[in-house]
């Protein structure tokens, strides 16, 4: 999860005033963090990057079909491309501000209540069910098979990540001044391959029901200034549940070192990025 420290040691629950397993600490954590976004609902929309066309083409080449699901929607970032690549398109969003500036951006849509672990569909109704940004906040011992009820047959599973490439120097430096809390592990391509290789598989128990798991990566890149780009920034889990007065001194830091670097000091510039993606078949 991004931005904290998931160590396998004992916490305290001191509302309940029992000890939490690591594992469900970790649980808790993923709950608060994914759960944070419906306050930054408008920002999100306004700053978030779309999604590589070549990506989503590539998580969907092999799908049986055109009826596409799109898991954890969020404002509909992921959602918009499917439509203009011209999918029959689902959107399945629990948090009802994010749900609200999905529905408002893409009138036309199906955008449904519901999560990763209790989805409104029917039995194999889709194709393919994809995720933007959105799939390692499942959780995958109950929506793996929940995933697994709603595809068809040979149908395809594919999470999607937009990455800073930190392979440029600026963003490198940019990712060690603003820390895990907003560029983690997850968020950039060196660890992005680590980090997700087995996220579509329940972690204890029961059967897999995917394979042929594939990886790729898509040049990518968004229009940003300094101040946007820091908007950007303010939008993930980490900052958001950080108390304000350090998510204000973090997104200083980040607006002084944006001014003081050439690339990024005059105005407009491209954030370099990739979409990366994990691809997988049910069995």
């Given at each position: 999860?991004?931005?904290?420290?998931?160590?396998?040691?004992?916490?305290?629950?001191?509302?309940?005033?029992?000890?939490?397993?690591?594992?469900?600490?970790?649980?808790?954590?993923?709950?608060?963090?994914?759960?944070?976004?419906?306050?930054?609902?408008?920002?999100?929309?306004?700053?978030?990057?779309?999604?590589?066309?070549?990506?989503?083409?590539?998580?969907?080449?092999?799908?049986?079909?055109?009826?596409?699901?799109?898991?954890?929607?969020?404002?509909?970032?992921?959602?918009?491309?499917?439509?203009?690549?011209?999918?029959?398109?689902?959107?399945?969003?629990?948090?009802?501000?994010?749900?609200?500036?999905?529905?408002?951006?893409?009138?036309?849509?199906?955008?449904?209540?519901?999560?990763?672990?209790?989805?409104?569909?029917?039995?194999?109704?889709?194709?393919?069910?994809?995720?933007?940004?959105?799939?390692?906040?499942?959780?995958?011992?109950?929506?793996?098979?929940?995933?697994?009820?709603?595809?068809?047959?040979?149908?395809?599973?594919?999470?999607?990540?937009?990455?800073f490439d930190d392979r440029v120097d600026w963003v490198a430096g940019l990712a060690r001044?603003?820390?895990?809390?907003?560029?983690?592990?997850?968020?950039?391509?060196?660890?992005?391959?680590?980090?997700?290789?087995?996220?579509?598989?329940?972690?204890?128990?029961?059967?897999?029901?995917?394979?042929?798991?594939?990886?790729?990566?898509?040049?990518?890149?968004?229009?940003?200034?300094?101040?946007?780009?820091?908007?950007?920034?303010?939008?993930?889990?980490?900052?958001?549940?950080?108390?304000?007065?350090?998510?204000?001194?973090?997104?200083?830091?980040?607006?002084?070192?944006?001014?003081?670097?050439?690339?990024?000091?005059?105005?407009?510039?491209?954030?370099p990025m990739l979409t990366s993606v994990l691809r997988a078949r049910r069995i």
């Amino acid at each position: 999860m991004t931005g904290t420290d998931h160590s396998t040691e004992h916490h305290q629950d001191h509302t309940h005033g029992s000890a939490l397993t690591g594992q469900e600490s970790m649980q808790a954590e993923r709950r608060l963090h994914g759960s944070s976004f419906g306050r930054a609902a408008v920002a999100y929309a306004e700053h978030r990057p779309d999604y590589a066309p070549d990506a989503v083409r590539w998580a969907l080449e092999t799908a049986p079909g055109p009826r596409v699901l799109d898991l954890g929607a969020g404002t509909g970032k992921l959602t918009a491309t499917l439509i203009a690549l011209g999918h029959d398109v689902a959107a399945v969003e629990p948090d009802r501000a994010m749900l609200a500036e999905l529905r408002a951006s893409l009138p036309a849509v199906r955008a449904l209540p519901g999560s990763a672990e209790a989805i409104p569909l029917p039995d194999g109704s889709v194709d393919a069910v994809v995720s933007g940004n959105a799939m390692h906040w499942f959780d995958m011992d109950v929506a793996g098979p929940e995933i697994a009820r709603v595809l068809a047959p040979g149908g395809v599973l594919a999470g999607l990540w937009n990455v800073f490439d930190d392979r440029v120097d600026w963003v490198a430096g940019l990712a060690r001044v603003t820390g895990p809390a907003a560029i983690g592990p997850r968020d950039v391509p060196g660890s992005w391959r680590t980090e997700t290789a087995r996220m579509h598989l329940p972690t204890s128990g029961g059967d897999a029901r995917f394979d042929s798991v594939e990886q790729a990566e898509f040049p990518h890149g968004q229009r940003r200034t300094a101040d946007s780009l820091v908007a950007t920034l303010a939008t993930k889990a980490g900052v958001l549940v950080m108390p304000e007065q350090r998510r204000e001194s973090l997104m200083g830091e980040t607006r002084a070192y944006l001014a003081g670097r050439p690339e990024t000091g005059g105005g407009e510039f491209t954030l370099p990025m990739l979409t990366s993606v994990l691809r997988a078949r049910r069995i």
